[in-house]
């Protein structure tokens, strides 16, 4: 269903841009300047898309701690959406994932434990929407690679994640 609404405003936004830009012609035929008009670009299309094109449902971004840190993730190329609407980590590693999607949503964060000598992942107080995140990225174990972490070492690579935020 997520996925059918995501097709569907890509598809929206696919027709209003086209409207806009017919709109732009007319205009321009006339001799008149449309007020949303940007370097001859309707700036809708800016409103429409969330970093690079990148959207999450409304469902989760209403559910995010930090729009920041997804921005950066996205510009820094560790999130990107295919054509069909999901996401895709780039970092490959899924339990980095799961830590950074519990960052992003349950406020998880990390602890230094002076008797094992390491960072240890903290579970936060918030719950964790797998069955949108699993469905979103295509990882179905994303639920249990956080359960089965937390408390433990972070995941190799977790400094990129902690950058982030």
């Not at 732009?24 to 035929?29: F, I, N, P, T």
């Not at 409304?58 to 729009?67: A, E, G, N, P």
């Not at 999130?79 to 980590?89: K, N």
Request: net charge positive.
């Amino acid at each position: 269903m997520e996925q059918n609404v995501l097709t569907e405003n890509a598809a929206l936004n696919n027709m209003l841009h086209g409207i806009l830009k017919n709109q732009q012609v007319l205009a321009e035929a006339c001799g008149v300047k449309l007020p949303f008009m940007e370097d001859g670009m309707p700036t809708f299309n800016n409103m429409c898309e969330k970093s690079g094109g990148v959207k999450l449902p409304r469902k989760l971004q209403v559910r995010m701690l930090s729009d920041s840190a997804f921005d950066m993730a996205v510009e820094e190329g560790y999130i990107r959406m295919t054509d069909d609407g999901h996401l895709v980590w780039m970092l490959g590693n899924n339990t980095l994932l799961a830590y950074f999607l519990g960052r992003l949503f349950c406020g998880d964060s990390a602890y230094f434990s002076r008797g094992r000598g390491m960072r240890i992942w903290q579970k936060g107080e918030r719950c964790f929407p797998a069955a949108e995140l699993q469905r979103l990225f295509g990882v179905s174990t994303l639920k249990q690679l956080r359960q089965k972490r937390c408390c433990r070492a972070l995941p190799e690579h977790y400094e990129l994640v902690d950058k982030l935020f």
